[in-house]
Structure formats: structure tokens, C-alpha cells
């Protein structure tokens, strides 16, 4: 449990450190670029919706075909089976 909880601690600061290299590289860039978007060379976008362009946030699509009615009907058998012991 101690090592579970060591491993956490260490992929949290892993993921902080990955995401603060993310932020100084987009913002270098972006220094460089800003004096060619102030001139009109490049077309100008606000710091954010350019580390977005670099580094898009990730979405996830949790679509279906599926009515209402057969995800609770599919729902209502999985905890049936969880209830009776069923795995």
C-alpha cells in the first residue's frame, strides 16, 4: 500500500513537471513569434488558443446509438450480476 502510494506521489510530480516543460516551451515560442504577430506578419492569437493549438486539450466522446432505454436496460443486468455475485 506504502509502494501504491509512493508510485502515486511520483506520477503526480512526473505529470506536474511534463506540463510545466509544456508551458515554458509554448510560451519561448510564443515570445518569439509575438513581435511578427504585433508587425501583422503573422496573424495574432492570444497565448492560450496558441499553447491549445500546440498542445490540444484532450476531449473525450462518450457517444452512442443507443437510447436511453437500452443503456438502462444494459445497466440494469450489470448490477444484477454484480448484486448476485456473478463476475
Not at 510560451?27 to 504585433?38: F, G, R
Not at 492569437?45 to 496558441?50: H, K
Not at 476531449?59 to 455475485?85: A, F, L, N, P
Request: proline fraction near 3%.
Amino acid at each position: 500500500m506504502d509502494l501504491d502510494f509512493n508510485l502515486n506521489l511520483l506520477q503526480h510530480a512526473i505529470n506536474q513537471q511534463i506540463e510545466e516543460q509544456k508551458y515554458n516551451y509554448t510560451w519561448d515560442l510564443y515570445k518569439c513569434l509575438y513581435p511578427l504577430m504585433i508587425t501583422g506578419q503573422v496573424e495574432f492569437m492570444e497565448y492560450p488558443n496558441y499553447r491549445n493549438k500546440i498542445f490540444p486539450v484532450k476531449t473525450i466522446s462518450r457517444s452512442t446509438d443507443k437510447s436511453d432505454e437500452e443503456i438502462q436496460t444494459e445497466m440494469e443486468g450489470i448490477v444484477k450480476k454484480y448484486e448476485s455475485g456473478v463476475r
